[in-house]
């Protein structure tokens, strides 16, 4: 005896892949039969189909709310009906925003952009699925098996000691276990409605320290809406490039944003997914992969993800935790270092928006760039090369957003960046909550503007 | 009485032309179920349009027709997203003629060179339009009405006899 039928089952036919149709049945009695556009797995008992264009099914829909689908198996070519009963339509919000963003790689696939416009997510309930009887292929096995691949990965985040290997062994995990080419980690930095790379892999640039505000593209709908967004088809709405000239250029934030670190990214992704990585109900952060196959990335892996990164965001506020109760005030008994031999760097600082640019080089703003600034200045006024965390966040100069911000990952991005502009200056941790600023040259400090 | 024309030459040979085919009835219940179909043809005045199913997947389908009669047959050429739905009250089963097993596969082939640009493998599409002949079983009906649903803020549009709907 077979088990009934389950969506769960069933998600690669919600795909968009192959088209489903929708017979709906009129006032008159009169059958009506269309192709859907999206038709979209919300949960085991729930689909949503794209609503665009006032039409025959929606007004068959809202008289008589009961319709049969057919949906096609991309894989295997199974067919099955749906009995479904219309619910409700839903404007904006999460369901709105994923189907949005699904229904712009679908249109870019078909070559229908401008005609596809989502109105709303019609949300129906599945009474019945039957299984149309008939000829199926065999079904394909691709991609690394997801369970095994999620389980190594937790295994290897619950081994990580700090905020650091938490983010270099997520990006690792997903490498090596799910087989991801192209991916990119952003901190949320929540007040300013922004994210920051603090980790990629897979472009010539890695591009740590640039930002994407809330809202814009896969990521930042996925961080506005705290829901994953994923898209099967390259879809031109959300490219990154063009979608953050236009909108960053019309935003308040258009004064603020990191423009001078170019955003890596795969030119014209066929597929995208954004994550966004939770802990207790707040955005951490966004995981980003994509790749230059179409329909590479499934529900499946969206799951996977979504789990794995439930894990990153509980592991990085636990870590957090651990770091701030062990942070010492001060750091003492250091002696101060030297000043180092050779020839100085002009170090420049515009408080206006804390850039730093090391001789005409542009390195860092905003948070990352003042904590620099005060770390050199420290430096040159006392010797001191020893720092705590705690000193910096309880420094008000520092403007540290948010009680709850965090530092350590402005400390990480400040390090990489440093790594990989300059080979001269840099900090490294030397223990929880502690840091050491190493300058292997001479520095003059120039205060572009009065603080 | 006889309906006029609905079909002219250039949208019974658009029917006919190997395109994705999925056909609707209703029930007393007011559910509509529906069905993909395997084949079209059109009778030589064009006032008759028969589509083509495997009865093992059509049986709410076939229940439906058999008490009521009514039809909605939704036509789609993959490549140009043309899409053109016509209805009927007057649908009635009927058995397939000998030339409509002969159909079969010169449909599948059709339907998968018009896949074919997007990538469809062959096998699938054939997978997805096999029938054996014994499980063939036809539908015949008058169209009285035709639809143009080609993606689109006109999708829906009811067409005037002869008009092409493109």
């Known amino acids: 005896m077979s088990q009934p039928l389950s969506l769960d089952r069933l998600r690669p036919c919600l795909e968009g892949i192959v088209p489903s149709g929708i017979a709906t049945c009129g006032v008159d009695g009169m059958p009506n039969i269309t192709y859907v556009s999206q038709l979209m797995y919300v949960d085991p008992e729930h689909v949503a189909l794209s609503f665009q264009f006032f039409n025959k099914t929606r007004e068959n829909i809202l008289a008589n709310p009961v319709a049969t689908v057919l949906m096609m198996d991309p894989d295997t070519a199974a067919r099955y009906r749906l009995t479904l009963r219309y619910l409700r339509t839903e404007t904006a919000g999460p369901l709105f925003e994923r189907m949005k963003a699904k229904l712009a790689g679908i249109a870019s696939h078909e070559g229908m952009s401008a005609v596809f416009r989502l109105l709303g997510a019609d949300v129906y309930r599945v009474q019945a699925i039957e299984a149309v009887p008939g000829r199926e292929l065999p ?86 809406e705290q829901v994953p967004i994923r898209i099967m088809f390259p879809a031109s709405d959300y490219a990154y490039s063009r979608m953050l000239r236009d909108q960053a250029a019309a935003s308040e934030l258009a004064g603020q944003l990191e423009t001078r670190i170019p955003l890596p990214g795969l030119a014209e992704p066929a597929s995208q997914l954004a994550v966004p990585v939770m802990a207790g109900g707040r955005l951490v952060a966004v995981a980003y992969v994509e790749s230059r196959q179409e329909c590479h990335f499934g529900y499946d892996l969206e799951d996977a993800l979504v789990a794995l990164a439930a894990t990153l965001g509980l592991s990085m506020a636990a870590s957090l935790c651990a770091e701030a109760a062990e942070e010492p005030v001060e750091v003492r008994g250091a002696p101060p270092s030297a000043m180092p031999a050779g020839e100085p760097v002009q170090v420049r600082y515009f408080n206006r928006d804390g850039s730093v640019f090391l001789g005409d080089d542009y390195l860092i703003k905003g948070v990352a760039g003042v904590i620099l600034w005060r770390l050199l200045g420290d430096h040159q006024r006392t010797g001191r090369s020893e720092f705590s965390n705690r000193e910096l966040r309880l420094d008000p100069a520092l403007r540290l957003p948010d009680v709850c911000d965090n530092l350590e990952a402005r400390l990480i991005l400040l390090q990489r960046r440093l790594q990989e502009r300059c080979g001269w200056l840099g900090i490294e941790k030397t223990g929880r909550g502690r840091f050491r600023l190493v300058l292997a040259r001479p520095v003059i400090l120039l205060a572009e503007e009065p603080a | 009485m006889t309906s006029p024309e609905l079909l002219d030459p250039e949208l019974a040979a658009f029917i006919t032309g190997n395109l994705s085919l999925q056909l609707a009835a209703t029930d007393a219940a007011g559910l509509a179920t529906v069905v993909r179909c395997v084949g079209c043809r059109v009778s030589a005045d064009r006032r008759r349009v028969t589509l083509l199913m495997p009865r093992s997947q059509a049986t709410p389908v076939l229940a439906g027709i058999a008490a009521n009669g009514r039809v909605a047959v939704v036509f789609n050429e993959p490549s140009s997203y043309r899409t053109l739905q016509l209805k009927g009250r007057d649908a009635r089963i009927e058995a397939p003629l000998p030339e409509d097993a002969d159909a079969l596969q010169p449909y599948a082939a059709g339907f998968a060179r018009r896949l074919a640009p997007l990538q469809v493998p062959e096998p699938y599409v054939r997978t997805l339009v096999s029938c054996s002949p014994e499980d063939l079983v036809a539908v015949s009906f008058t169209p009285l009405e035709a639809y143009a649903q080609t993606p689109g803020p006109h999708a829906g549009r009811r067409l005037a006899p002869g008009e092409s709907g493109a």
């Open chain 1, 139 to 224: 079904p394909v096995e691709e991609g690394p098996a997801l369970l095994p691949a999620l389980r190594r990965s937790v295994d290897a985040l619950a081994a990580c000691p700090s905020q650091e290997s938490l983010i270099d062994c997520f990006c690792t995990c997903l490498e090596r276990h799910f087989d991801i080419r192209h991916q990119m980690l952003l901190m949320a930095d929540v007040p300013a409605a922004r994210l920051y790379i603090v980790a990629s892999r897979g472009y010539a640039q890695p591009g740590t320290g640039a930002e994407v505000p809330f809202g814009v593209g896969v990521i930042g709908v996925a961080a506005r």
